[in-house]
């Protein structure tokens, strides 16, 4: 029986054309490597969607009602920064809720409920480990207050066209009418804007990819020459998609021990790592259409580059 990883890197590099998967991204240097990133600059997503929460809590709080108890259930919650914002807001107004991040990692929640712990101390925090889909079904039916769900932070420009509708239709189904899902969406914009995001000067983005060659390197004792790999994203303005492709400089072979393969590379044949799309506002309540939510409100930072948009 293989692992998930070694499975998934099996499949991946034994198909034309090649692809390893971003989801794997977040080993413990990974997620080192995507806090740096988020502290730069040019990765304009995290400070333009702080601004969202910043200047859009009152008419958010508005918008779900503070009136009703509810859970709040923050699907992927990281290290919740930009969501405590939003958190000791609510605290503040009195309103009656509990907050339940979500997310597969034990070890990520931990940390997570004991820093919001020391920095929201009245908080009720209730964080849950799993899958999304069976936490959010655990709750629908064992609880009955109000969910408000969060996905923030364009994670969701990590699904594929084909997949991305898939997902909500789940999260769909594991919610009640009258519940509220928020969806941070990061938006089209100038492409040279993107582009830089996902190639920054410091070369944080491209140690971010080739971390993940490193990582099959130390788990399924691979033998990749990261010095033969370049780091190359490309944005498509039509489709919104941002690609990033790591591409092998040379014909090369790479052993890959724990799968039993050698994997052959042509010259300047690429891996596909990881999208992140970007939408147009048109395009987000047409996904919530086809999903069977309606938007209720997109909540807009000053320079339009970003929006969380509030769903029912
Ligand atoms: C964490 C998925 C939102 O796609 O912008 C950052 C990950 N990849 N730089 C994104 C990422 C390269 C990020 N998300």
Known sequence: MLDPLARDVKIGLTSQPKRLYSKYFYDARGDGLFQQIMALEEYYLTRAELEVFQTQKERLLQIIGGEETFQLVELGAGDGQKTKVLLEYFQQQNVDF????????ENVLQQLEKRMRAEIPDLTIKPLAGDYFDVLADLKFKNHSKTVAFFLGSNIGNFLADKVQQFLVS???NLRSGDYLMIGFDLKKDPKTILKAYNDSKGVTKAFNLNLLKRINNELGANFDLDKFQHNPVYDPQTGECRSYLVSTEE????????EKTV???AWEPIFMEVSKKYAPKEIEELAQ???FKVVENLYDSQKRFADSVWQ
């Open 252 to 259: 090369q072979e790479v052993t890959i021990a724990a799968i």
């Open 264 to 266: 052959h590379f042509d």
């Open 98 to 105: 509990s907050y339940c991040p979500v997310d597969i990692s």
């Open 171 to 173: 999260i769909h189904d």
């Open 290 to 292: 086809a999903t069977g």
